[in-house]
Nanobody
Framework: VQLQASGGGLVQPGGSLRLSCEGA????????MGWFRQAPGKEREFVAC????????YYADSVKGRFTVSRDNAKNTVYLQMDSLKPEDTAVYYC???????????????WGQGTLVTVSS
């Protein structure tokens, strides 16, 4: 499956952005989907994931209550709604697909190209 992430940009602290991850080649309905991010000079870290079927979600503590992951199977797209953004949320955000549900990047076999989110005044 090919993944295309979009929706990044420059936003002020406290603002919102919605990232999209569109799938091509295969339906995303068959996959558990995750969002990860990598800030300059830091390791890639888990942000959120959503299960296939049940739609159960799980979030990193750093984004819990501010970010919401969702999926629209009809559009073959997964979203990451980001509210109350902070400067420390600045990173390249990646979507990924996996057959297992979890937070480890090594579990995800398919990755999008990343979209840059910059939170700054």
């Amino acid at each position: 499956v090919q993944l295309q992430a979009s929706g990044g940009g420059l936003v002020q602290p406290g603002g919102s952005l919605r990232l999209s991850c569109e799938g091509a080649g295969r339906t995303l309905r068959s996959y558990n989907m995750g969002w990860f991010r990598q800030a300059p000079g830091k390791e890639r870290e888990f942000v959120a994931c959503i299960a296939r079927g049940s739609g159960s979600t799980y979030y990193a503590d750093s984004v819990k209550g501010r970010f919401t992951v969702s999926r629209d199977n009809a559009k073959n797209t997964v979203y990451l709604q980001m509210d109350s953004l902070k400067p420390e949320d600045t990173a390249v955000y990646y979507c990924a697909a996996a057959l297992s549900f979890g937070t480890l990047a090594t579990m995800y076999g398919y990755w999008g190209q990343g979209t840059l989110v910059t939170v700054s005044s």
